[in-house]
């Protein structure tokens, strides 16, 4: 018996969770075949239990998001057909290195201890690092290449040039992305150095810890004794008198040592509310760099190298429609493009506009940018000068039928409307003369230049 199987051996219900887990594997393994169940449920570790809850946690956000979508009700009923108490499963990303796990029948099991939090490698501490989040997989555009420059020459130099760097942006726009990228580039090119990486939530529990165990001079010596310390969404301890303090004293002491601090946050430092004047201004001395909303072009670069990484041809307009409608952070993005992926894995469907907007029909309409067909209408009639009551005419002539198609395409691909609604703001027609339009555009995009930039031109000026 291993170590973390004796550890886990102690907590009094661990027999029954294992037993009832092997169980609900064995009726998934038979319902899902064994392909399918290699690929998504033999990842899965039971991280936690008790009180009516299972945690379970998937070893990537993509395997996570689709055992959520298509199997988490499978896995709660067939638990519950074993044990009526269990009324919560809660599905959690967490890396392997996190986790120490052990061996059960087919999935496993994982027990998760304070150590196994943080990971001790030679000389770097630090929570786990996503092995995804490195330069090499950041997209650099217009509105994050600031933020990336600083990252990269923080992480390759060994002299500090500007202390700290403080990185800012929105939700889900890539900082916890470029911390890790750096902590990473550190780890392979400079192992001798001392690096910690951690949330400023786990710095504040990590000092919490050490006052209730009358440790705080081994805390504040693990802090102050490194190289690099990079500390993540700061904000979170705004409001936190006591832990602001000591983040300020040992704020104050790497600075002073001239060794190097990285903070990111979701503001800028002069608009943290409830955050110290003194500290607010001491994390404004270095170099401040904004990461802003990502643009349309941005989008579309990290889905092309998304589909890349995951080995997947994806239609160029489908990714040009996930960049369009879905512009608020890049996880949504991603999280949108790994659902049809999985989507068409499993069901084997192909991946096309059609089964896109099927798939993400929810996610869509929370994005929805309201550009409507009225306004496509109106803008494609004034481009090719017709009148704009020839998009609901019958006239079939040439110079009005050509526009027209071209209304209808983009309908389709910049609003969520299906080709039915479509086909009835077009003058009451089918659905498929609105698939004919569409495919007609598509051949017209592939063999003609001028046609093609036409039509560039105008979604450009409906998609601002
Ligand atoms: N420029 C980019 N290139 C490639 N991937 C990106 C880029 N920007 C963001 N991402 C991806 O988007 C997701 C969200 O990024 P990340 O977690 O770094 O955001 P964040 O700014 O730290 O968000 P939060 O404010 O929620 O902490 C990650 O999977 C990350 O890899």
Redesign the pocket.
Known sequence: MGVAQQSLSQHADHGNFVHEWTSVCQRLQADLGEATFRSWIVPLVITNFGGGLVQIAAPT?FIRDWVASNFLERIRNYWQDLNPTIDTIDLIVRQASAVVSFDVPQASVAAVSEETETEIEGSFISSTL?P??TFD?????KP?ELA?AAALRVAESTTVQFNPLFLY????????????AIAWHIKRCHPERRVIYLSAEKFMYQFIRALRYKDTVAFKEQFRSVDVLMI??VQFISGKDTTQEEFFHTFNALVDRNHQVIV?A?KSPSDLQGMEERLKSRLGWGLVAD?HP?TYE?RLG?LQ??AETLNTQVPKNVLEFLAFKIAS???E??GALNRIIAHSTLVGREINLEMTQDVLRDLLKANDRRVTIEDIQKRVAEYYSIKISDMQSSRRSQNVARPRQVAMYLSKILTSRSLPDIGRKFGGRDHTTVLHAVRKVEELIASDREFSEDLSILRRTLEV
């Open positions: 956000r996503d995804r989040f997989n950041f997209v650099v555009g994050n990336y942006g929105g939700v889900g726009l890539g900082k916890t992305h470029l911390m890790h993540d969404d990111s979701d990461i990502t941005l990290i190298s998304k952070n890049v996880r993005l991603e």
